[in-house]
C-alpha cells in the first residue's frame, strides 16, 4: 500500500507543477502585453508622427491580447473612399507602428473594417471584398516597412459586421 500511496504523490506533485508552469507563463505573457501596450502608449506621446495621429490611435487589451485600433478621421481617412489604397499618412503611421512592435514575440492579426455603405458600382463587390483588400494593403505596408512574415498569424476582412469599438 505504501507503494502506491507515494506513486499517486508524486504524480499529483508533478501535476501541480505543470499547472504552475501554464499559469507562470500566462502570466508572463500577460505581463508581456501589458510592457507592450504601456511601450506603445509612451511611443505615442514621444514619436512626432505617432503624436500627429493620437486622436486616431486606440490600444487597449482584449481577451485575446493588445489591440491596436486606426480609425479614420474627418478631413484624415486611412483609405480612399470605397477602396482599399492607403493614404500616404496612413502608410507612414504603419511604418511607425511597425518600429514599436516587430521585435515582440508576439504574432499578430489584421482585420479590416468598413462602414455599412453598400457598393453598387462592381457587381459582386461587397464590403466584404473591400475590408479583406483593405487588411491586404495593410498587411503588404507592415511587411514593407519590415514586420518578418511570419509574425503574420491572420488577415481578415470583417466587412461592417464589427462595428467599431472604443471600448
Given at each position: 500500500?505504501?507503494?502506491?500511496?507515494?506513486?499517486?504523490?508524486?504524480?499529483?506533485?508533478?501535476?501541480?507543477?505543470?499547472?504552475?508552469?501554464?499559469?507562470?507563463?500566462?502570466?508572463?505573457?500577460?505581463?508581456?502585453?501589458?510592457?507592450?501596450?504601456?511601450?506603445?502608449?509612451?511611443?505615442?506621446?514621444?514619436?512626432?508622427?505617432?503624436?500627429?495621429?493620437?486622436?486616431?490611435?486606440?490600444?487597449?487589451?482584449?481577451?485575446?491580447?493588445?489591440?491596436?485600433?486606426?480609425?479614420?478621421?474627418?478631413?484624415?481617412?486611412?483609405?480612399?473612399?470605397?477602396?482599399a489604397r492607403l493614404q500616404p499618412d496612413?502608410?507612414?503611421?504603419?511604418?511607425?507602428?511597425?518600429?514599436?512592435?516587430?521585435?515582440?514575440?508576439?504574432?499578430?492579426?489584421?482585420?479590416?473594417?468598413?462602414?455599412?455603405?453598400?457598393?453598387?458600382?462592381?457587381?459582386?463587390?461587397?464590403?466584404?471584398?473591400?475590408?479583406?483588400?483593405?487588411?491586404?494593403?495593410?498587411?503588404?505596408?507592415?511587411?514593407?516597412?519590415?514586420?518578418?512574415?511570419?509574425?503574420?498569424?491572420?488577415?481578415?476582412?470583417?466587412?461592417?459586421?464589427?462595428?467599431?469599438?472604443?471600448?
Amino acid at each position: 500500500g505504501t507503494t502506491d500511496n507515494s506513486q499517486q504523490s508524486k504524480a499529483e506533485n508533478v501535476q501541480i507543477e505543470q499547472q504552475s508552469l501554464e499559469e507562470l507563463q500566462a502570466e508572463e505573457e500577460l505581463l508581456g502585453m501589458e510592457y507592450l501596450m504601456e511601450t506603445m502608449k509612451e511611443a505615442i506621446e514621444s514619436n512626432e508622427i505617432l503624436k500627429d495621429f493620437k486622436d486616431q490611435l486606440i490600444v487597449d487589451m482584449t481577451s485575446e491580447g493588445l489591440r491596436i485600433q486606426i480609425v479614420d478621421k474627418e478631413g484624415r481617412p486611412m483609405f480612399e473612399r470605397g477602396g482599399a489604397r492607403l493614404q500616404p499618412d496612413t502608410r507612414e503611421l504603419l511604418a511607425e507602428i511597425v518600429k514599436v512592435i516587430r521585435d515582440v514575440p508576439n504574432r499578430i492579426s489584421i482585420a479590416g473594417h468598413t462602414d455599412a455603405h453598400e457598393y453598387a458600382n462592381i457587381r459582386g463587390y461587397t464590403n466584404w471584398e473591400l475590408s479583406a483588400d483593405r487588411a491586404n494593403a495593410a498587411r503588404r505596408e507592415l511587411l514593407a516597412a519590415g514586420m518578418p512574415a511570419e509574425k503574420l498569424a491572420r488577415v481578415v476582412g470583417l466587412a461592417s459586421s464589427v462595428l467599431f469599438d472604443t471600448k
